[in-house]
């Protein structure tokens, strides 16, 4: 009967293996993919055992921090949002019953405490709980309030704006630091908890959980001529003095292009075209840059890729020229003379055209955007601070500065004359896309940075729609008031 | 040395594990639970130490590491559970006591386990009867009948009820060995056995296919035939038995697992535990793979894993906390071993099921050295179904069968448990204590009950 009962011995040990190797398939082999199973709550569960990191602002205003609930051995923490609506955008909010999204996404690992496997010993231990770092933004709470006043009160106060959305960024040039990020209408993330709210907030028409500054895409207007003229000046084939035409209409791609109000001039030169934004100069710059140069240029200018902003990748849109959805590349058919003057087919981010008026005010150094100022672990030491990162050299200092005097005229003697900040020169350019000319209805913009001889502070300001209105005269006077309150700090 | 020292050295391990384990769980836990409970660990300790007398008294030949090798998962078990409810732990400390006790009574009482053979029948009459109690008094587990209520004690008669067995079919194959292998006729290459011989095993077959309708559950149906079909095996050493019983399983089991709701239940969970459909059951499979995913290689530390629900999201219990308000289900009996590997990772877990592939290997050296055919047969028999019911167990938490409610022996809470495996453990220890005996005293032995009629 022996050597039956080794066999069955052998049996077992097989059977034995069995259960090593299917206990191995689950704790190893396999363990990524059951932790991501959407079923599996104990990720999300754990992680609301953990104090969330608190998040402030440059200026020290406390913007989002966890509370104890339920309180006894096994609390859990909840977020509360104390500023409300004011940093809803581009903060966005942590909840077990909603997710997480903007800010509070990127920057999770810090926030939530994740540490390597070395730390985590030493914190068992020490007996210290797990708890997430602090974040301090570079956002500047007291100017993201005037920014998103400035936005509200334009949206009553001008005819054809009432619903409509409106973004402001500012930039600081030198380090990329984004200090206000606006986005109007906004949502108070306190409320957002509430599964029902946050439906009715989902499906609510005017978009607030929308991050307008990332996520939304616009028609430029002439706005767009700042690039164009970027590489016409860089690429050596033009000067602020090269003379063309200004004479509406001409034909660009085939079709009779006006400037706008159909306004008259004769052979100018850059500086007076971009002064007085005629549409025909820029737009047979474009064609006769052509596709190649122009796609080199906005590609350096951070067009056609997700911009460099530790932001959740759903919640960022490339700026581009698209068709049906898709970004077009230079091979594609494109009138790229209208896409000189911000039109065909080209949609841009309040984000990316805050990053243009940075890179001529950084002397065509593009810096990496970046939200983070500093991080701090529950001890109070630094675990990451700002390093500033260029991201591309867009054009040579040359051309910067010729791109920064041609838009200092702009705010002393052309579209934007009469605006001031502080009495300081500074470089701006407007844009009025406009996207129904029969009702009058325009999409304003503004972009610029002060002071002109050492800039401080770029800008980008959107308003989605007003009747009869100018770049000039909507959009202008709100990044006056947002690069006033910047440079008064 | 002799083998009692070395028994006890080989209680060093086992000493270590629990002093390491109570204090790390104590440093981790240390908010929730008593300065007092630390001596938990010594009063098991105690019970290890007072066995281990008893054996050197009783039982001096017997196997040295067949009892160390079961107070270490029992150490392991008692760590977990501590882990779990610091009044688990205590519990199960004093259970062992009532444990180590049966066990002396079991091995004072039946002094010569070959008398068992003389009462064979009745024995499987007594298991049969246990089996079926819970049927009449019609409390169910999860759908199963697995439980005899004695008010506020409840008692899981399939535990005993597989060492019963275990010393029926021992016995009687011990008889009907040679009939069964040179009765048997060839037919077209099977080797057939002469039926009213194979009568008696159809029977055995009928009965677990009956516990499958009777009490509902397949994981002890599974444990039942295959300490059967092992004990078949060895004492006819022919495979095709195995492979003619294991079909007959099958196809029994198919038809159960349409004839029988709560078996398709558990055999479609199995299947597919993610489905939009998945009957209602299918939390704790996925649970249990949950926590085995936290593991990884080295775990999570002892009580790092997370079982508790916290704050705001504990449900309101009427039960004490590990029978509700647990993220997984059963954690201290059913999903013991998915908490080990969670805790103490992959490593943790191997080493869990090593520890049983030892015991196997002790017990079944024990059946190698046994000197008469019952005794290899009860010594085979009762590893196997021990062997047996860690896979079932174990093999349902990490989905190699359907998951089934039976014990990880020694490990999981529960008196039944560990009172009928400490009974087993005591038999174990009788049988190799007569097999490694030094020779003259048992020839003289094992002929004096060769004599006696069966």
Redesign the interface.
């Known amino acids: 009967?022996?050597?039956?009962?080794?066999?069955?011995?052998g049996l077992?040990?097989l059977?034995?293996a069995?259960?090593?190797g299917?206990?191995?398939?689950?704790?190893?082999f396999?363990?990524?993919n059951?932790?991501d199973?959407p079923?599996?709550?104990?990720p999300l569960?754990?992680e609301?055992?953990v104090k969330r990191g608190t998040i402030k602002t440059a200026d020290g205003v406390t913007i989002a921090e966890s509370f104890p609930?339920?309180?006894?051995?096994?609390?859990?923490y909840v977020r509360q949002y104390p500023q409300g609506s004011e940093f809803g955008n581009p903060v966005g909010y942590n909840f077990i019953e909603v997710g997480r999204v903007g800010i509070e996404r990127a920057e999770n690992g810090f926030l939530a405490g994740e540490r390597n496997e070395f730390t985590s010993i030493i914190d068992?231990l020490r007996?210290v709980p797990q708890e997430g770092d602090d974040v301090t933004l570079t956002i500047d709470a007291q100017t993201q309030g005037v920014a998103i006043q400035a936005l509200q009160s334009a949206i009553s106060s001008t005819a054809g704006a009432s619903g409509a959305g409106g973004s402001v960024v500012a930039i600081d040039p030198s380090t990329g630091a984004v200090e206000v990020m606006a986005s109007v209408p906004g949502f108070d993330p306190n409320l957002v908890k509430n599964t029902a709210t946050f439906k009715e907030l989902n499906k609510d028409q005017s978009a607030p959980l929308v991050n307008r500054p990332t996520q939304s895409t616009y028609e430029p207007g002439s706005t767009m001529k700042v690039v164009t003229a970027a590489a016409a000046l860089d690429s050596g084939e033009f000067t602020p003095d090269t003379v063309l035409s200004g004479r509406s209409p001409q034909e660009i791609g085939g079709v009779p292009l006006s400037n706008a109000g159909d306004e008259q001039f004769g052979d100018i030169d850059m500086t007076t075209a971009l002064t007085h934004s005629v549409n025909v100069y820029f737009a047979q710059v474009g064609e006769r840059l052509g596709n190649e140069t122009m796609f080199k240029y906005l590609d350096r200018f951070g067009f056609n890729q997700d911009p460099e902003l530790g932001y959740p990748d759903s919640q960022m849109a490339p700026s581009g020229v698209y068709s049906e959805g898709k970004l077009l590349s230079p091979d594609d058919a494109i009138d790229i003379g209208r896409v000189a003057i911000g039109q065909e087919r080209l949609l841009v981010t309040p984000l990316q055209m805050a990053e243009v008026a940075s890179t001529v005010a950084n002397q065509g150094v593009l810096m990496r955007p970046t939200f983070v100022q500093e991080v701090t672990d529950p001890d109070g030491r630094t675990v990451q601070k700002l390093d500033p990162h260029e991201q591309s050299t867009v054009v040579s200092e040359q051309t910067a500065s010729e791109l920064t005097e041609l838009m200092t005229n702009v705010t002393e003697e052309g579209t934007a004359a009469g605006l001031t900040v502080g009495g300081l020169a500074f470089a701006g350019k407007t844009g009025t896309a406009e996207i129904d000319p029969e009702a009058g209805i325009n999409r304003p913009w503004f972009i610029g940075f002060a002071p002109a001889d050492d800039p401080q502070v770029a800008v980008a300001v959107m308003l989605e729609r007003c009747q009869g209105c100018f770049g000039g005269t909507v959009a202008g006077p709100i990044a006056i008031q947002v690069m006033e309150s910047l440079l008064s700090r | 040395m002799s083998a009692r020292n070395r028994e006890l050295l080989a209680l060093l391990p086992v000493a270590v594990l629990v002093t390491v384990g109570f204090t790390a769980v104590f440093?981790?836990e240390s908010?929730?639970i008593g300065d007092l409970s630390l001596i938990y660990g010594g009063y098991f300790l105690a019970v290890c130490v007072g066995v281990h007398l008893f054996i050197r008294a009783r039982l001096p030949y017997a196997d040295p590491y067949l009892f160390p090798l079961c107070a270490l998962l029992a150490a392991i078990g008692l760590v977990m559970l501590f882990r779990i409810n610091d009044e688990l732990a205590l519990k199960q400390a004093s259970i062992f006591v009532g444990g180590a006790g049966l066990l002396a009574v079991t091995i004072l009482l039946v002094r010569d386990y070959h008398v068992l053979e003389r009462y064979r029948y009745l024995i499987a009459t007594f298991g049969i009867a246990l089996l079926c109690i819970p049927r009449l008094q019609g409390t169910t587990v999860n759908g199963a009948y697995l439980g005899i209520d004695l008010g506020p004690l409840s008692f899981q008669p399939a535990e005993v009820a597989k060492i019963c067995v275990v010393i029926f079919l021992a016995s009687y194959l011990r008889e009907k060995r040679e009939l069964l292998t040179v009765a048997a006729r060839r037919i077209a290459g099977l080797t057939i056995p002469p039926l009213k011989h194979f009568g008696p095993l159809l029977v055995v077959w009928g009965a677990s296919m009956l516990m499958l309708v009777v009490i509902r559950d397949l994981g002890s149906s599974l444990m039942f035939f295959g300490a059967f079909l092992?004990l078949l095996?060895?004492?006819t050493?022919r495979f095709s038995y195995v492979v003619a019983g294991l079909a007959l399983f099958f196809v029994g089991a198919w038809v159960m697992e349409h004839a029988v709701a709560h078996v398709g239940d558990r055999v479609d969970i199995w299947l597919d535990p993610?489905g939009r459909d998945a009957p209602s059951g299918a939390g704790q499979i996925?649970q249990s793979?949950?926590?085995?995913?936290?593991?990884?290689?080295f775990g999570m530390?002892l009580g790092e894993s997370?079982l508790?629900?916290?704050?705001?999201?504990?449900p309101d219990c009427a039960q004490p906390f590990p029978d509700c308000g647990s993220?997984l289900p059963a954690p201290h009996t059913d999903e013991i071993y998915a908490l080990i590997?969670s805790e103490l990772?992959?490593f943790g877990?191997?080493a869990l099921?090593?520890i049983?592939?030892l015991i196997?290997?002790r017990g079944?050296k024990t059946?190698?050295m046994a000197r008469d055919?019952f005794s290899?047969?009860l010594a085979?028999g009762l590893t196997?179904v021990f062997?047996l019911q860690a896979?079932v167990i174990?093999?349902g938490v990490?989905?190699?069968i359907p998951l089934t409610g039976v014990t990880l022996p020694f490990v999981s809470f529960g008196g039944s448990s560990v009172i009928a495996n400490m009974i087993l453990l005591g038999l174990l220890l009788m049988i190799s204590n007569d097999a490694r005996r030094p020779a003259a005293p048992l020839a003289d032995h094992q002929r004096d009950w060769e004599a006696l009629p069966a």
């Open positions: 009967m022996n050597s039956p009962i080794i066999r069955l011995y077992m040990l059977l034995f069995a259960l090593v299917f206990t191995s398939y689950w704790a190893v396999d363990a990524d059951l932790k199973n079923q599996n709550r104990r569960i754990a609301q055992t609930v339920g309180g006894g051995k096994n609390p859990v068992q007996d | 440093i981790v908010s929730q092992a095996y060895i004492a050493a993610w996925q793979l949950f926590a085995q995913a936290d593991g990884g290689l530390g997370l508790r629900l916290p704050g705001p999201f504990a993220i590997v990772g992959l877990g191997a099921v090593v049983y592939a196997a290997a079944l059946a190698v055919g290899k047969l085979a196997a062997a896979v174990i093999g990490v989905r190699l």
